[in-house]
Each structure stands twice: as C-alpha cells, then as structure tokens.
C-alpha cells in the first residue's frame, strides 16, 4: 500500500488515536501524588522442611494515604507444582479444599489456589507471629508506618527443599477487601537479612520473592467515590457537587440506589441490604462522602479555610478515614484544629500536597449517614503576598483525595468569583451619590 496517498489529516488522526490508547493502558495504575506508592509482598523461607520448608510473608502498605480497611485484605496465589498447606500461624487459609489423598491429620489447605485472610486480634499467643492478627486492616504509611505491615507463617509440603528445587508462586491476587489492585509477577530478589534481638547476630532468609502490588481506582469502582463542593465569604454563592457526579438517581446502569433521610422505617430497610453495597442518600450527585471548602475569613497577614466531610451511605462507617489536599498556600499552612496534617512532596521540592486525618478517639471515626455523619475542621494559612489571591479560583484546591480516590472537583468557570473594584455594593453607593447631586441640581436650577 501506497502511504503517500494517505491524507495527511487522516495520518494525523490514527496517530493521535495510536497514541491516546497507549496512554490510557499505561496510566491506568499511576497515581501522580504518590509515584511509587504500591503494596509490597515478601516471601522469605526461613527453613527447610523433609518435603518443604516454612516461610514467613510480609506485606508492607508502602502506599502514602491509602489504606485497607475491614474487613481486611485477602491474598491468593496460583501453586506452581503440586503445593500444600501443612499449617499456618498469623493467617488461615479460607477454604481446606480437598485433602482426601492424606492419611492421618491433614493438611491446612490442599487448594491449588489458595486464599489466605488475617487473623482477629485476640488470636491466642501460640497462634501469632509478629505483625498479624490485625483482622486484615492496614493503616497507610504517612499516618501509621508501625500498622502498615502485616504478616503470617506458612509450612508448605510437596513443595521441594532447595533453591533449586522450589518453584515460585503464580498469579497473585490482592483483594482489600474489594477489587483495585493489580499484583506483578513474584521475583526472586537477594535474601532478607534479620538483626536479632540483641543486634549481635544477622541471620538471613534462604530464599526470597517480591511481589509488587498497585492500585487502579478504575478497577477498584465503577465510577467515583467522593466530590467536592465550595463555598467562600465573598460571594453568595454555593457551589454543589456537580450532578450525578457519582452516578444518577434511578439509572439502572450505575449505582443508582438511594433513600431519603426520613423515610419512614429506614433502620428496617439498611438492615435488609445484607450484601453491604452503598445505599447512599438520595442528593443530585449520588457520592456516599462530600467534601466542603469554604473560604472562611481574610485577616491581614491570615486566611482561613473550613473544611467539613460528609458521610451520605447509610450502610458504611470510615475508621481511619483520611484526605490529601492540593493546594499552592501548603507551603504556609500555619494551624490545624482538630485534624492530624502531614506533609507531602510528591514533586520533589514543591510543597502543595497535605495529607488530613483525624485525631485518634476523636474524630478518627466517620460515621454513616445521618446526624452525627461528617467531620470538620479550619486551616490557617500564613499569606504570601508574592503569589496570595482569592482571585480566578486561587484560594480553593487543585485536587481531593478521600481514603487514596480522586473526588469530582466542581468545573473551574463555576467557582465562586472574586467581585472585582466595581462590586454591586460600590456601584449601588455611587449610583446613590450621582442620584443626589442630579436633585441638588435640578432643585437648584428651579
């Protein structure tokens, strides 16, 4: 084929869509405030069994604000031979599967695809191992590094006893507890090292696999979360969330569910819904969680921001719940009241991102919908008078994360705009004075 006769408008167009495709596919996954944000699962064999060995599995939540939740992670693997689970600590497997073909006591799991969840927290001594029994929960790595990691032990049989011998696991899943996370294949990676407890002695692992798991939201839902909606003191108007920013009232393709708050024998009906899906309350844009921003006050050298989250799904409760917040004036945030705040630098040296969440026993909790379903907290910010504004929508945020997915923002051209030099108040007072004058000369004249 000739391309020469190809239009040039047309080569124009298959190479926009060629590349449109290969962005979508690569982007999926990245998340551009926390870069190298991923769950990371350590498979270290620490011993040799007559027909196996025993290893220890970490997985560390090296994820910045996105955090498991209950009720908890769930991790299954593929065995690449003909593996069993003799028995676990810290962790169980979820189904024994068939172990027919044992004599005596059998095997913990005979699954060739397993699936293993954490223990409960009061699990008897004997049964845990350090980092477990947690009930699958963990916290994200910017609010808790020590509740970030989780592990279990496992004696696996059949499974050969050497380096040589012993295959590596396949097709990992992380589930945490829904969809989301996408896992790599496990890596043979340099051995663990351990420092014991009296930081003398280093042992190290006899064998080691990494698997890195990451996090797409557009795996994890069907469309979003959350949504933004502002406000300030300079101007009446109240920007809502836009509408069916989460999904539509009524549309049977989406989560469309929904009640009113009083709608009698309420308590009756979120009971009924056993399978814990969303049942949010019935508003134009159908998120279970608001987030509101509103421009406060405006002191000489201040300004004051009131943020307040709302929990509109009648079936969920947020433990733990966490915000990040883009915005330039982070670099000069000068007080909290009542929310915990960190730093972050997804940009190297550019300070525009803060990470929100609430003080423990305090309002750590988020309630589901109703009266007592949102938080609320105001931010001080020092003003720089080189880049400070409430012009152009410069005083709300870029971007809002609520527990690591991105909110629906309002549109910019609807923001609430700052009244310029000629405000009606100004033009109202001249017009008052012009009127005045006019009649001062009329009368005068006659």
């Given at each position: ?6 239009p ?6 298959l ?9 979508f ?29 025993v ?40 189904e ?6 044992f004599?005596?006591t ?67 899943t ?12 496990a ?74 708050g ?8 979120v ?35 009131k ?20 915005h ?52 001080l ?24 997915d ?41």
């Open positions: 084929m000739d391309l020469s006769v190809i040039k408008a047309t080569s124009c167009i190479f926009l869509f060629l590349l449109s495709c290969t962005c596919i690569s982007t999926d996954a990245y998340d551009p405030l926390d870069p190298n944000g991923n769950i990371t699962i350590k498979w270290d064999i620490i011993s040799w069994t007559p027909d196996g060995y290893a220890v599995v970490t997985m560390s939540n090296f994820q910045q604000y996105r955090h498991i939740a209950t009720p908890g992670w769930s991790l299954g693997w593929t065995w690449a031979k003909k593996e069993v689970i003799w028995s676990m600590m810290g962790g169980e497997a979820t024994q599967g068939d172990c027919s073909k004599k005596g059998p095997p913990h799991c005979c699954k060739k695809d397993p699936t293993i969840v954490d223990l409960l927290p009061g699990t008897p001594f004997d049964q845990q191992v350090a980092n477990c029994c947690k009930g699958g929960v963990l916290s994200s790595w910017a609010q808790d590094q020590t509740n970030a990691v989780s592990s279990f032990q496992v004696s696996v049989g059949r499974a050969g006893t050497t380096n040589k011998t012993v295959k590596v696991p396949k097709n990992f992380l589930k945490a507890p829904g969809p989301g996370y996408t896992c790599s294949p890596k043979i990676v340099k051995p663990t090292i351990f420092i014991q407890s009296d930081k003398r002695r280093v042992t190290q692992a006899l064998m080691t696999w990494n698997v890195t798991c990451t996090y797409s939201q557009f795996l994890a839902h069907k469309g979003p979360t959350c949504c933004v909606s502002l406000s300030s003191f300079y101007n009446d108007t109240i920007v809502p969330c836009p509408t069916c920013a989460c999904s539509c009232q009524g549309n049977s393709s989406q989560s469309g569910t929904c009640v009113n009083n709608t009698p024998h309420l308590a009756s009906v009971s009924g819904n056993n399978n814990l899906a969303p049942l949010v309350q019935c508003t134009s844009h159908m998120c279970p969680v608001r987030i509101h921003w509103h421009v406060k006050l405006n002191y000489v050298e201040y300004w004051r921001v943020v307040t989250v709302t929990n509109f799904d009648f079936m969920r409760n947020y433990s733990d719940w966490n915000m990040v917040v883009q330039p004036n982070f670099d000069n945030v000068t007080q909290l009241f009542s929310f915990n705040y960190k730093s972050l630098t997804p940009y190297e040296n550019i300070n525009d991102t803060a990470m929100l969440w609430g003080v423990k026993f305090y309002n750590d909790f988020l309630n589901q919908a109703g009266p007592l379903g949102n938080v609320q907290s105001e931010i910010f020092k003003k720089d008078k080189s880049t400070f504004t409430f012009d152009k929508g410069w005083a709300f945020p870029q971007r809002i994360y609520f527990n690591g991105n909110c629906v923002m309002p549109p910019p051209d609807a923001y609430p705009w700052l009244p310029n030099a000629g405000s009606s108040r100004e033009v109202s007072l001249l017009a008052l004075v012009m009127s005045c004058l006019v009649a001062l000369v009329f009368y005068a004249y006659v």
